[in-house]
């Protein structure tokens, strides 16, 4: 059985003001470097030692999996398409307050069914689940222990994947 380190991405701007990130390449922020030195900093104290990192190509995640590969000795990294974050469509870039206001039905129906809800031009979780499990059971069988590197809402979604 493979040990799956989930290791939620460094904070951005977006995450600091309540934004929708999405698929959106954002730069993770000082409070995020600062995130990434207390993760690096727990996996050595718990003598933790990664096989891989699994991330997406984009940032914050890619800059995040890349600290913490440099810091585990040079592990590598793999940059996976499928790793990329929910595509949040076009909510991607707003306040989420404003999407609340701007999409109140939406926001009701989702009550009932988190993984129905599907912004303009956007996938569901439910979608973003399906392309994740071909990847996170490859790599099962392959590391005893790996990281998976991702932003929210996609690190939810890996987690609900993992335990189901």
Not at 10 to 15: A, K, L, P, R, W
Not at 43 to 51: A, D, M, N, P, V
């Amino acid at each position: 059985m493979s040990t799956v380190i989930l290791i939620r991405a460094g904070f951005t701007d977006y995450d600091e003001h309540h934004r929708v990130l999405g698929t959106l390449d954002m730069p993770v922020n000082e409070r995020g470097v600062a995130q990434i030195r207390q993760i690096t900093q727990e996996l050595q104290s718990k003598g933790i030692r990664l096989q891989a990192v699994l991330t997406s190509p984009d940032d914050p995640a890619c800059t995040t999996a890349h600290a913490i590969a440099e810091a585990q000795g040079g592990v590598k990294v793999k940059e996976l398409d499928e790793l990329k974050n929910v595509n949040q469509g076009l909510w991607q870039g707003l306040p989420e307050s404003d999407i609340r206001k701007r999409f109140p039905r939406l926001f009701r129906s989702g009550k009932e069914d988190v993984t129905a809800i599907c912004p303009p031009e956007g996938e569901t979780l439910s979608d973003a689940c399906q392309r994740l499990e071909r990847v996170l059971s490859k790599a099962m069988r392959k590391h005893e222990v790996f990281a998976v590197v991702a932003p929210e809402p996609l690190a939810t979604v890996i987690r609900c994947t993992l335990q189901h």
